[in-house]
């Protein structure tokens, strides 16, 4: 065969290969995000099953993205798949970046140039290879094609080194088949640590060494070649075992360097530190020339032998997951005391790389320290620490003083500080709720979400139960016998209010919950808009974010707030704007200007002229008889079914309009005039009727608002002097009826009080 023959013959048996594997990958089935098929109230194991798991996260050097790996279980499949996302930090919107049948994980931010790239782990060309991308998820290309799987990988700071962690054969322990057997499944054991958990140990992961040139990886060298050794460690150890200075010429490793009984037995693991330029390693755990006592005797409690005696600081304990600080000056880990404790306390450790000092900056904890991260400043390390059961975030500086961060019912397992350590990406898990990707503020603790991966499972669960216990809460506070409306199913108007984002999972998923348990199912459902300031979003950052404690402690009227959002929401799903100089206007104008003003001018007539004696009225029936009383009353009637139906923007419309024609007939009818003492009978006898008529009709649109502004009721009534608040009427319908003194229910806002007491 020609040279051009064997080329053609080549390229066509390639091609033959690649549309073989594309289209067994196509038959894949591809596993993502799925809906819980929930058939009664049990959570079921397929329901838990749909959970999607959110796994490593990694934000950009900016700090301003994130690539997020998420696992997701079929159990008709019987298997799982990882899948790659973005996460806009600032706006807390995540993109899937990876649709094929093939699993990708392990994702990091590596510099391309000017460039940041995605690299990860995936297995689309048959092994697991590293592969890049670019941020949107474009422009896939393979970077390393080893003739062995990439278990893990971690690339150096300037881009141009990368440790591929490979798994080579091992045979310490159990010897390699004989080859004229291979279908044998016996094994000859001749070591004592033959199997971890539910693996054998015939192969161990090793760091290699590798060049990138910015389009391939090639390998360079096995930092463990011909010793059998493992790093990252069996059975859990992954790429957090490994460590790059940041000049990229150093590469610290954990390692425990033993075999036979004494790897079975001793937790003696150590911190490598390898220098590429000279090629030599070192042992940053323990002083040159130290040598392991061989009195140890393992049949018995290492407590008390020589091993754990020493008056010299060896690290004989399990000594993991070196980390280098920002300025290279450094390494700490995760630092374990006596040898054969596998649960004891973990420190960490913080070892000067030029004078050899080690300092244990966390004893004034007393707890274990999990993960792990130096703040920008190399001054001080952030760390999870367990207390009393939760996972917290804590930060100590390298004096050893520690403060807590975090303190809430939950675990969080620390990715990385952002914005020079204000803030720490963090992942926060409980029991009411999966992972998701959280941004904690550094000094106050205040956790922000960032992704919703399971918002359906515990939307639907946790948070209305939530709202469950805070009612029995306040029924407790308030000395309630019974918290238990949701079971009368008949007398109770049962009315939830959702916002529009979360409406599906409220309006369907709690129902079918309520249901379930017997109880009361929602009379009525009402979706309602987003609370904007000044036309955006909420943030804190640009101070348009005013919490409702803020608000309480400011001493505003709370109804002021509630007759402004009454104002604006209607039984659509229009966003709510909150705007102070519009909230200060609607209060001044309206509010107060329109509505609160009729019992102020009044009463000051009736006050003076009349002896703050209110006529006694005809019959509540016999009112309509008056067209205009007729029109107000049946206007106010509509108020109470526009409230009852939640349609408060045009009850507020309707109340205003009310208003107006009050303070229109008060002008109409001029009542000061009966004030003047050459007031003639007839007419202030005219006057004394239409200010008890139109003080009347204002009881009865007080009495309509209740439901938005109760307090406000409250203090007219006791104006009013009337004691049931239900049946006003038949209190003032008694003859000899007289009202109280009058005082200013509520006064006037000012802009800029208001402001200050907001916005600073």
């Known amino acids: 065969m020609n040279i051009p023959t064997m080329i053609a013959a080549t390229a066509l048996s390639v091609a033959g290969l690649t549309t073989t594997a594309a289209t067994e990958a196509a038959a894949e089935t591809f596993i993502g995000r799925q809906m819980p098929k929930l058939s009664s109230d049990r959570m079921t194991p397929e329901a838990l099953w749909a959970m999607g798991r959110i796994g490593t996260v990694s934000p950009n050097a900016a700090g301003t993205h994130a690539v997020y790996a998420v696992s997701y279980y079929s159990v008709a499949e019987n298997k799982s798949h990882s899948v790659l996302y973005l996460l806009d930090i600032k706006n807390k919107k995540s993109q899937q970046l990876t649709t094929s049948a093939k699993s990708e994980s392990g994702a990091v931010w590596v510099r391309f140039g000017n460039e940041e790239r995605i690299v990860f782990l995936s297995s689309e060309s048959g092994s697991s290879q590293l ?22 990988f971690l690339f150096a700071p300037n881009g141009k080194r990368v440790i591929l962690v490979k798994e080579v054969p091992q045979h310490t322990a159990i010897a390699p088949k004989e080859a004229d057997l291979p279908k044998a499944t016996g094994m000859v054991i001749n070591d004592l640590m033959y199997k971890h958990w539910d693996q054998y140990v015939t192969s161990a992961p090793h760091p290699f060494l590798a060049e990138f040139d910015g389009e391939r990886v090639t390998v360079a060298k096995d930092l463990l070649e011909g010793k059998p050794f493992e790093s990252p460690m069996m059975p859990f150890g992954g790429n957090e075992q490994l460590a790059w200075s940041p ?15 004494d790897y079975a037995t001793s937790t003696d693991s150590d911190i490598f530190l390898y220098d590429i330029p000279s090629g030599t390693t070192r042992n940053l755990c323990k002083p040159e020339g130290w040598t392991a006592p061989t009195s140890t005797d393992y049949t018995k409690s290492l407590q008390h032998q020589a091993v754990n005696q020493s008056k ?3 690290n004989v304990g399990y000594d993991i997951n070196p980390q280098f600080s920002p300025d290279g000056k450094s390494v700490a880990w995760s630092s374990m005391e006596r040898d054969g404790y596998e649960s004891d306390r973990a420190r960490l450790c913080v070892y000067d790389l030029k004078s050899g000092k080690k300092t244990y900056v966390t004893e004034s904890f007393d707890s274990g320290v999990d993960g792990f991260a130096w703040g920008a400043d190399s001054k001080q390390l952030f760390f999870v620490g ?19 961060i975090t303190n809430e019912q939950a675990d969080y397992s620390l990715v990385a500080p952002l914005n020079g350590g204000k803030q720490l990406l963090t992942k926060r898990h409980s029991m009411a709720a999966a992972d998701e990707i959280f941004l ?22 946790d948070a209305p139960f939530g709202y469950l216990a805070s009612y029995k809460n306040l029924c407790n506070k308030g000395g309630a016998e019974d918290h238990g409306f949701y079971k009368d199913k008949k007398s109770i ?22 249901d379930a348990a017997n109880m009361k199912l929602p009379s009525q459902i009402v979706s309602h808009g987003f609370v ?34 009454a104002s604006k929401m209607n039984n659509n799903e229009n966003d709510i704007n909150f705007d102070i100089d519009d909230f200060v206007r609607v209060i001044n104008n309206e509010l107060i200007g329109k509505i609160i003003n009729i019992p102020a001018r009044l009463a000051s007539v009736i006050n003076k002229a009349y002896e703050g004696k209110i006529l006694n009225p005809i019959s509540y029936e016999s009112m ?34 009310i208003a107006d024609k009050i303070n229109a007939r008060i002008e109409s009818v001029k009542i000061w005039k009966a004030m003047s003492e050459d007031c003639k009978d007839s007419l202030k006898s005219n006057i004394h009727e239409h200010c008890s008529e139109l003080l009347i009709l204002t009881l009865f649109l007080f009495k309509a608002l209740s439901p938005i502004m109760p307090k406000l009721y409250d203090r007219f009534l006791e104006f009013m002097n009337i004691s049931n608040p239900k049946a006003p009427y038949n209190e003032i319908s008694k003859d000899g009826y007289y009202i109280n003194s009058y005082e200013h229910l509520y006064k006037r806002l000012v802009l800029s009080e208001v402001k200050s007491k907001l916005l600073n």
């Not at 592969?131 to 893990?152: F, L, N, P």
Request: net charge positive.
């Open 131 to 152: 592969w890049t991308m670019k941020a949107d998820g474009s422009e896939r290309k393979q970077i390393t094609h080893e003739e062995d799987d990439v278990v893990d």
């Open 247 to 261: 000049n990229s010429e150093q590469v610290a490793y954990t390692c425990r360097k033993k075999v036979g009984r």
């Open 493 to 514: 108007h049962l009315v939830h209010f959702i916002g529009k984002d979360i409406l599906r999972f409220h309006s369907i998923f709690w129902p079918i919950v309520l």
């Open 440 to 461: 904690v503020d550094a000094k106050t603790g205040r956790p922000s979400q960032l992704t919703e991966e399971n918002k359906y499972f515990y939307v639907w669960m």
């Open 386 to 404: 367990v207390w009393h059961g939760k996972a917290n975030l804590h930060v100590t500086n390298l004096q050893g003083k520690v403060r807590q």
């Open 312 to 314: 010299v600081d060896a």
């Open 624 to 657: 309509f008889d008056d067209p205009y009383q007729f029109q107000c009353l049946s206007t106010i009637e509509s108020i109470e079914t526009d409230i009852s139906s939640c349609n408060y923007s045009n009850a507020i419309s309707r109340a205003l309009k």
């Open 532 to 565: 904007t300031v000044n036309g955006e979003k909420m943030s804190k950052s640009k101070g348009t974010f005013i919490t409702a404690r803020k608000y309480l402690s400011s001493n505003i009227e709370p109804e002021f707030l509630r007759y402004y959002f």
